[in-house]
């Protein structure tokens, strides 16, 4: 099998090994907890202390380790350079009849590796926190289905085309490819068509409009396809009980769901809380204005919506980050429009 090339992480053809490497921070692993026992490259003395320079480099203890420079990895020699400096503070100072300069160089060299070590650990930190809070995804209308035609097909009143192009339109396909997948840590995606069952609408808050309109958790109308046309029957039953196929459909909502709960919950008890939930719709506006119908308020390019429990401090903070986005790039974001429903976690 031919081996990957790396080409994001810098050229490695002088690189044999890279065990425990760590990629964010670009050192290895031992690097970390050598470098905050004060070991140094000899770069970290400056050429003009040349006698420091050399004692330090005809100490026998030093360690390779792999470091990125300039895009490129090397081996880099490191010496406990915090020790070594200790060591010259007392065999070599006291032959120099106390030379205040180098006196001072040492003491500079020490704070210097002292200052170092705090933003490494602040650097560490960080890492870990970004490691500790985990993105998952939620795509609870991820697929159009037309397979699913012949299995419910008495639950419906229209024929196998018109299930297919209705499915289509009515479905949030492709947003799988609006993500990177590999920042998520878990990809929750709906496998049933919207025109059998909406999972949305049990939870929503217009429940009862939308019920109204012909729109519950087991559709009667769908949004039409068709130009001119706003909407179509597909379903002949008036109550969502009469439906033949009503605690199937009953148990794939609570089986996704539940899942992905279970999901939540798991993931919650390792991270200690710290998870961000994202339930990824998508919409045209065509779709919306046949919905909706036309309004004075031009419709987004993205609708965000948060839950009721969401942090305030935490949604300001994406809300101002969201506007600088939407002056630097031109894409007009709304917030709770056209759609103001969200999903929440019965795990709070």
């Known amino acids: 099998m031919k081996k990957k090339k790396l080409v994001l992480l810098g050229d490695l053809t002088n690189v044999t090994r890279l065990d425990g490497f760590d990629y964010k921070l670009k050192v290895s692993s031992n690097y970390e907890s050598k470098y905050l026992r004060g070991w140094r490259s000899i770069d970290f003395i400056s050429s003009k202390d040349d006698m420091i320079r050399r004692y330090v480099m005809s100490s026998p203890l030093f360690e390779n380790h792999h470091e990125l420079i300039k895009g490129k990895f090397h081996f880099v020699k490191m010496y406990p350079m915090f020790n070594l400096l200790n060591k010259f503070s007392e065999e070599i100072l006291p032959t120099l009849e106390d030379d205040k300069l180098i006196v001072r160089r040492v003491n500079i060299y020490k704070n210097k590796i002292h200052r170092e070590n705090l933003i490494m650990m602040q650097k560490l930190r960080l890492t870990n926190l970004a490691l500790d809070n985990k993105l998952l995804l939620r795509i609870p209308h991820n697929s159009y289905t037309p397979s699913d035609y012949q299995k419910y097909k008495d639950s419906l009143c229209i024929d196998e085309e018109t299930f297919t192009n209705l499915s289509m339109y009515n479905s949030d396909l492709n947003l799988l490819q609006l ?10 995606k709906g496998n049933s068509s919207r025109l059998l069952f909406d999972l949305e609408r049990l939870v929503n808050t217009n429940d009862v409009q939308e019920r109204e309109e012909g729109f519950s958790w087991l559709p009667r109308y769908a949004i039409s396809n068709k130009e001119g ?31 992905f709960e279970k999901k939540v919950e798991q993931i919650s008890h390792i991270t200690k809380g710290h998870i961000f939930v994202i339930s990824l719709h998508s919409f045209s506006e065509s779709y919306i204005m046949k919905k909706y119908g036309k309004s004075r308020r031009k419709y987004p390019d993205f609708n965000i919506t948060f839950a009721s429990n969401f942090d305030k401090s935490l949604l300001k903070k994406i809300k101002n980050k969201i506007y600088k986005l939407d002056h630097k790039y031109h894409f007009k974001v709304s917030f709770t429009y056209p759609y103001n429903d969200s999903y929440e976690l019965v795990n709070r």
Do not use: S
């Open 179 to 188: 993500v990177d997948q590999r920042l998520f840590t878990h990809i929750a």
């Open 229 to 259: 046309e706003k909407r179509i029957q597909i379903r002949n039953i008036e109550h969502d009980y009469q439906d033949p196929h009503y605690f199937t459909f009953l148990n794939n909502w609570l089986c996704f769901n539940q899942n």
